[in-house]
């Protein structure tokens, strides 16, 4: 009962905030804020269907808590720039209030401290936060160092999109750690794969430096994420 309510209120939320927000509903929220008649509406159907989807009437005021939260947060957004740093925040916080009303009215205190200790205790838990921490942020930190000398040489700080690199290396490397970790090998053949073909198939419109660099940045961070899960696949398996 507890994990499909949970589930079931996370998808009335999805259905509210993307398919069922028409585009014209989110620009009115963000030109008008508050005084948007749309912000309204937009509410009343998450509310509506967090009672469809909850489908138990004497929990009247789990929607009720929903509603009002989703407005304030919704309000604090419609403030701010519209960015993708603001969106994520906006739905962490909405899926937080979620998790929030849902452990509150079905989990007892004992439950939800011996669930966090465990998980914090957990060995597996802490190798497996590590290992993604250091395959997105501190590899790619040392990968740019390493191959920083022939940056300027290669000409990289012209004709592309900002810090547009660094994010599909942090993607790549995720991919990497995960298809190693449930043992998707084929998979990651077919992510090499794709990627030589984008390389390559604008390697006539480089100059031989630039496509050098970009293959060699490329073959670093593969080879570094692959030692890295396989490092990991190792430690887990062990402890």
């Not at 960015?83 to 739905?91: K, L």
């Not at 077919?190 to 496509?211: H, P, V, Y």
């Amino acid at each position: 009962m507890e994990l499909t309510l949970i589930l079931r209120l996370v998808f009335a939320h999805l259905l509210g905030d993307f398919l069922l927000q028409p585009t014209k509903w989110v620009k009115a929220k963000n030109n008008k804020k508050e005084k948007a008649p749309e912000m309204y509406y937009h509410i009343m159907v998450v509310t509506l269907l967090t009672y469809i989807f909850l489908w138990d009437w004497s929990h009247w005021y789990l929607p009720l808590m929903i509603m009002v939260s989703h407005l304030a947060i919704d309000i604090w957004k419609s403030h701010h720039p519209h960015t993708f740093n603001y969106f994520i925040v906006d739905q962490m916080l909405h899926l937080l209030v979620i998790v929030s009303v849902w452990v509150i009215f079905y989990f007892d205190t004992d439950t939800v401290f011996t669930w966090t200790v465990k998980y914090f205790n957990s060995v597996h838990f802490w190798i497996l936060i590590i290992g993604y921490y250091v395959v997105t942020v501190p590899l790619g930190i040392a990968i740019g160092s390493a191959t920083g000398r022939w940056q300027e040489d290669a000409a990289m700080n012209t004709g592309g999109l900002d810090k547009a690199g660094m994010w599909i290396g942090r993607c790549e490397r995720v991919l990497i750690l995960t298809f190693i970790l449930t043992n998707q090998y084929t998979a990651l053949g077919f992510l090499m794969a794709a990627k030589s073909i984008l390389r390559f198939g604008d390697a006539e419109e480089r100059a031989q430096k630039k496509t050098e660099y970009i293959l060699v940045g490329t073959l670093m961070s593969f080879a570094a994420a692959a030692i890295i899960g396989t490092a990991v696949n190792y430690l887990l398996h062990k402890y």
